[in-house]
């Protein structure tokens, strides 16, 4: 396990191997009804979509985050790729999103053929800047894409005001903030469709997984289609429209039921470990930390986040390696959509500058901050960031 969720960096595996007592960015917790629920799928044999698990799984994940409407998918990215078809976002359509995200945001757009229009982070909260929305909406605009950072949730009532001022559908990719609240209501259920991911570094997991959610009955029967190749309903094998096989495994949905019984307990896990290392943390001069609450929200620390302050002459990519050399998982933050290669060679964002974002990406990095991330590996991660920052 401790493998799998370092397989996306395979340079770092091979570092961690030399140490025996390295610790790794992140450990799911898998010890609830996983084992029990997953040997049911095997010995009812039901190991594809059709098993009970997917709906079973839909219908408590979508309750918990006060939506209607369920759809489990492969994954949080693909997730996106149904929410914005489903909408009917297409050539030419423009979407406000944040620069400082993970490439699936954009990328889907950009496969939808739309044209993603980015605004600079919050230097406090690291989320888009709220301010910078409205200047950008143009005739073409047809949604803003809203990406919750790292545990705090973007201010969305301001911007749930100017969608309902501009007619604009909200998408929002809550795949940071599973348990989490905007002010006294779910992340995830704000957007006209809401997006999730169950990747093990996310509150709960299901391998690789996601969910789409929503509330509009019409939209749930579009996601539903598109997840599954838009089988007409009167005739199989015959299509009106252009889908795809982005569906969960019963396998799947059998460790995200289990996961979810562990959800609440999961974010106390998390909240514990932001406390820790802030109190720990904090008489350091050089860095930035993750804020621990604004008025609408306390963060639940999907991973703690910290960023090298302007005076201090290293940047993030050198203090990991000193980290790394001694034991510690970290990881880079996102680097921002408008310096992605692919972007550029597509004609995108030229000549765009975001400096907040761009600082971000190059100063900051994370911590271990798994759910299996024990109290005496804290204490050594604050000991020896101390040690390295000095
Ligand atoms: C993890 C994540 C995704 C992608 O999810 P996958 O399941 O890894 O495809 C999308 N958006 C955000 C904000 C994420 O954190």
């Given amino acids: 396990m401790f493998e799998l969720c370092l397989e996306k960096n395979k340079s770092f ?31 009812s044999g039901w190991i594809s979509s ?12 979508a309750t918990y985050v006060e939506r209607r409407f369920g759809i489990a998918v492969c994954n949080g990215s693909v997730a996106l790729d149904v929410a914005i078809n489903a909408l009917g976002i297409k050539e030419g359509d423009e979407v406000i999103m944040p620069t400082f995200t993970i490439i699936s945001c954009a990328a889907a757009l950009v496969r939808a053929g739309a044209i993603p229009v980015l605004v600079d982070s919050d230097p406090i909260t690291w989320n888009m800047n709220v301010e910078q929305i409205e200047k950008n909406i143009t005739e073409k605009t047809k949604a803003i894409m809203v990406v919750h950072i790292y545990g705090l949730p973007v201010d969305l009532d301001p911007i749930l005001n100017l969608a ?72 199989r094998f015959v299509h009106d429209e252009l889908g795809f096989n982005f569906r969960m495994t019963n396998i799947q949905a059998a460790l995200g039921l289990a996961q979810l019984e562990q959800i ?24 930035d930390l993750p804020l621990e609450s604004t008025n609408y929200a306390q963060n639940i620390y999907w991973v ?16 990991m390696q000193k980290l790394n050399v001694k034991g510690i998982g970290t990881r880079p933050f996102f ?56």
């Fill in 264 to 287: 609440d307990r999961f974010i106390d896990v998390k909240r514990e470990m932001g406390k820790f290392y802030t109190k720990n943390l904090k008489e350091n001069l050089n860095i």
């Fill in 304 to 319: 703690y986040g910290i960023v090298l302050n302007q005076q201090f002459k290293f940047d993030a990519e050198n203090i």
């Fill in 50 to 61: 059709e098993g009970s698990f997917v709906k079973r799984f839909e219908e408590k994940f």
């Fill in 164 to 235: 309902k001022k501009h007619k604009l559908k909200i998408i929002e990719d809550a795949a940071q903030m599973h348990g989490q609240n905007y002010k006294s209501k779910k992340c995830g259920s704000f957007g006209d469709v809401s997006t999730f991911s169950f990747y093990p570094n996310k509150h709960i997991t299901t391998g690789e997984g996601g969910m789409v959610l929503t509330d509009d009955e019409n939209l749930s029967e579009k996601c539903r289609s598109l997840r599954n190749l838009c089988f007409k309903k009167e005739k």
């Fill in 335 to 390: 680097w921002c959509m408008h310096e992605q290669p692919v972007f550029k060679k597509l004609g995108f964002f030229k000549n765009q500058k975001f400096p907040i974002a761009e600082n971000l990406a190059r100063r900051g990095f994370y911590i271990p901050s798994g759910l299996g991330l024990k109290r005496t590996e804290m204490e050594r991660v604050c000991s020896v960031l101390k040690e390295v920052l000095r």
């Fill in 13 to 43: 595996i091979q570092k961690t191997k030399k140490l025996e007592n390295f610790i790794p960015v992140n450990r799911p917790i898998l010890k609830g009804n996983e084992k029990k629920y997953v040997n049911e799928c095997i010995e």
